[in-house]
């Protein structure tokens, strides 16, 4: 059974720049979250979403960056214009309501902002 | 109040030897705290979770021990494995927000 996909792997861009980080939730999981992990904050939730919709926000830098959800099985973060202090390893990562409620997390993307 | 504070920052210790992780929190809301390890490279995996309604859980090697009184967990990691070097975090959350708060983590070195 696949885990959490997400794409890509790596991305190096320039100041000023989009980027666009894409997650695939596991199947049937119903609450999607974004982190960031950097050697200064550690590991931090970005934003989280519940049944596609947005529900906590409250980690997203700035007006910068903006996560959207449009269905199940897919999520995008985004950060326009990036700034070399964007560079981290943003992991997503997916759970269900019910039960102990582990997240599983998906291998991350490094972004590195030049 | 959100924070969970760990230590300590980094471990060394000898294979077979026993591996101890603590953690400690201020929000009475917590409710689920699972500890993850992470290697190079890789995201946080799910090694083992505890309620504040159990003192002590035991999942192979691993053990957490849960004192709610103190507001203090910790992992312990039994006859210690090179295999085991990595980074741990312990994490909290609650009911009414489901995004776990980390703590700082601990770098994990077992020397062969």
């Known amino acids: 059974d696949a885990g959490v996909i997400q794409s890509p792997r790596h991305e190096v861009t320039e100041m000023g720049q989009e980027v666009t980080l894409r997650c695939k939730p596991i199947s049937g999981h119903d609450y999607l979250f974004w982190y960031r992990q950097t050697m200064m904050r550690g590991l931090e939730l970005l934003i989280y979403?519940?049944?596609?919709?947005?529900?906590?926000d409250s980690g997203m830098p700035e007006d910068r960056f903006s996560a959207k959800m449009p269905n199940a099985s897919f999520s995008t973060l985004k950060i326009q214009p990036s700034e070399p202090r964007d560079s981290a390893v943003y992991f997503c990562?997916?759970?269900?309501?019910?039960?102990?409620?582990?997240?599983?997390f998906g291998p991350g993307t490094r972004l590195t902002v030049t | 109040q959100q924070q969970v504070k760990q230590s300590p920052q980094s471990l060394i210790v000898q294979k077979g030897g026993i591996s101890i992780i603590n953690c400690a929190y201020e929000?009475?809301?917590?409710?689920?705290f699972p500890w993850y390890q992470q290697f190079p490279g890789k995201g946080p995996a799910l090694l083992i979770a505890i309620r504040p309604d159990v003192s002590e859980k035991k999942e192979g090697r691993f053990t957490i021990s849960f004192n709610k009184s103190a507001k203090q967990f910790s992992l312990h990691i039994m006859d210690s494995q090179p295999g085991d070097s990595a980074t741990y975090f312990c994490?909290?959350?609650?009911?009414?927000?489901?995004?776990?708060?980390f703590g700082s983590g601990t770098r994990l070195q077992v020397q062969p």
């Open positions: 990562a997916s759970s269900l309501t019910s039960g102990e409620r582990p997240q599983y």
């Open positions: 994490a909290a959350t609650y009911t009414g927000r489901r995004a776990l708060t």
């Open positions: 929000n009475t809301a917590f409710d689920y």
């Open positions: 979403f519940n049944n596609n919709v947005p529900i906590d």
